[in-house]
């Protein structure tokens, strides 16, 4: 977990204003190290390394912007997205273990796909054909594994 300053933007200016206080507000939110991606800390630009996370525009949640020149550094995914992710890891987990044959091959891709998403400061969105997929072999692990039951 990371601390940013958190500051409003004027996209049809280009400004950066503090929200209603006299100095930017520092806000703690689960950003994790490794989708700050090849960000060193410091500015590409000034060298500064006051980094801050600031609103942005739909489609996007947040962006990283150095607080000395406003330089943007990258987009930043929204705190959903990353929380999507983890939900996803956990559930791969559990079923690389429990499934053989083509559905052991289709939930190790969905992992290297993950840790490569990952390596490289992104987010992995599953697409909907492969969720499908994947509920599906979640129901049958789910069926095979009650069989004993009433």
Known sequence: MITILIKSCNPTEGTFQP???PTP???SFPVHKDFL?????NCPNCGSNQLQ???AQPPHGQKLVCSDCGRFIKWLPSPKNIAAQENLKTR???LK???SGWDLGFINSLLQKLRISERDGKVFKISPRQLECLQKIEDKNNSSGVQGGS
């Open 92 to 94: 791969l987990d559990a």
């Open 53 to 55: 996370s600031v609103a």
């Open 97 to 99: 273990d429990k499934v």
């Open 19 to 21: 929200l209603n206080t």
């Open 25 to 27: 507000t520092q806000y």
């Open 37 to 41: 991606g090849d960000v060193s800390g």
